[in-house]
């Protein structure tokens, strides 16, 4: 396709495909290619949320959340609720020898963390894993499964129930959570009504569960299956942020974002008319050798992928889109993988593939390892 079909109508979904690096960077960056799509693709199960926002409306609001995602916010408040929550999942499996990463740690890690920033129950996780896994199979669902339209539709009256109520609360009662930091946010005399709120949360639990469960596990397992790289990263750990870089290049959790033109475009040899939906296949444009040498080679050392732009809007991989919708909790992201691969390293020095794990990869919008199954030494020490 990425050859011959550059520009390529798909009757199922409806859709013009793109899947070249340099129109997929064009489609995320150009503000002709609008976010409205997400008004059919994601509003029934959020609510409206900044994803499907432009101009000053989504500069406004994205500027209300964005500084809870870097920063001494990120570093400060956020950072020991990342170390805190890694280092609880780590002590549960530690003394077993075995561990399934993706059910024992990836799933858990990230929703947890989101859960504690935005001081919320623990307790109700497997509730929020549900509906996160409800809201990212309806964005997914290219076929229109009623089934999975409707599950995802009752997310967002569960989801309104159990939020709406917490939210009225904790405006009576702010406390140092990203919830009343949510609350209290106000810029140019524009704060988040309840309904606004409550969108945000369960787009970040959506965002931000489901994306980084999947980049941790693919961490993990492409430098288990390249034990030089891994043993480069065992010796100096600055180098996970290149191998979290080469994996969003190599396994990217989110392999397609769509978009909707505001007027007809030219691209890749054709013309995508005004309103239709176009398909950015983020997946086969990390693997284009028109931008990356040997693409199907997984190598943290590349020199055709820059680590220090990586995780801001001047990234030159794909993964966290680029431009205005640049994703906002790619620091975030970068911080749970440092800290959770990390320690998982210091914990298991000689941590390996289980022999007879055969992980595959499931899913088509988001995609990632259904297990990890690896073996260590069980560790008496507990998590540093
Ligand atoms: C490896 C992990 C992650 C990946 C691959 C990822 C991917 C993406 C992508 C591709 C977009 C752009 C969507 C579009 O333009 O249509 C995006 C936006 C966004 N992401 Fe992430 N994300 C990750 C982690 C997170 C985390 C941890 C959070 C927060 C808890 C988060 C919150 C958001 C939000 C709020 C947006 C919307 C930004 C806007 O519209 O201005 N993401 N992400």
Redesign the pocket.
């Known amino acids: 396709m990425r050859d011959d079909f550059p520009l390529f109508f798909h009757e199922a979904t409806q859709s013009w495909v793109l899947s070249r690096y340099e129109d997929v960077a064009r489609a ?1 960056k150009a503000p002709v290619f609008t ?1 409205d ?2 008004d059919w693709q994601l509003e029934p199960v959020h609510g409206k ?5 432009s101009g000053r409306e ?1 500069a406004v ?2 500027a209300l ?2 500084p809870a ?1 870097r920063g001494s916010m990120l570093q400060e408040t956020f950072q020991p609720v990342i170390e805190r929550n890694a280092r609880e999942l780590i002590e549960a499996f530690r003394q077993d020898g075995e561990a399934d990463l993706v059910a024992q740690f990836a799933t858990r890690f ?1 929703v947890n ?2 859960v504690d ?1 935005l001081g919320l129950d623990r307790a109700d996780h497997d509730r929020f894993h549900t509906w996160y896994t409800a809201i990212i199979d309806f964005l997914g669902n290219l076929s229109q499964d009623p089934g999975v339209a409707e599950r995802g539709v009752r997310t967002r009256q569960e989801f309104a129930d159990y939020m709406l109520p917490i939210i009225r609360n904790r405006r009576q009662n702010l406390g140092a959570d990203l919830l009343s930091t949510l609350c209290a946010a106000e810029i140019d005399g524009t704060s988040m009504s309840d309904e606004d709120i409550k969108a ?1 949360c369960s ?3 959506a ?3 489901e ?2 469960d ?3 596990a693919g961490i993990l397992h492409n430098l288990l299956r390249h034990p030089d790289q891994l043993k480069a990263v065992r010796e100096d750990r600055s180098l996970i942020a290149r191998a ?1 870089a080469e994996t ?1 290049r190599f396994t ?3 392999q397609m ?3 909707q033109p505001a007027e007809d475009v030219e691209i890749a040899g054709g013309t995508i008319p005004a309103g239709a939906t176009v398909t950015c296949l ?1 997946g086969a444009a990390g693997r284009d050798d028109r931008r990356y040498s040997d693409p199907d080679s997984f190598n943290i050392f590349r020199d055709d992928l820059e680590t220090t732009t990586a995780f801001s809007a001047a990234a030159d991989h ?13 620091l ?3 911080a ?2 440092e800290t959770g691969v990390g320690l998982l390293l210091d914990t298991f020095p000689d941590m390996t593939l289980a022999a007879d794990a055969a992980p595959t990869e499931q899913g088509v919008f988001t995609r990632g390892l259904d297990t990890l199954r690896v073996r260590f030494t069980a560790s008496e020490r507990a998590v540093a």
């Open positions: 995320f976010t799509n997400y949320t900044i994803l499907q926002m989504h609001r994205r959340v964005a995602f990230p963390v989101i920033m945000f787009l970040l639990l965002a931000g569960g994306t980084t999947k980049a941790i979290f969003l990217p959790p989110v974002i769509m978009r983020i794909l993964a966290f889109a680029l431009g205005r919708h640049f994703c906002v909790g790619a975030l992201a970068k749970e993988v």
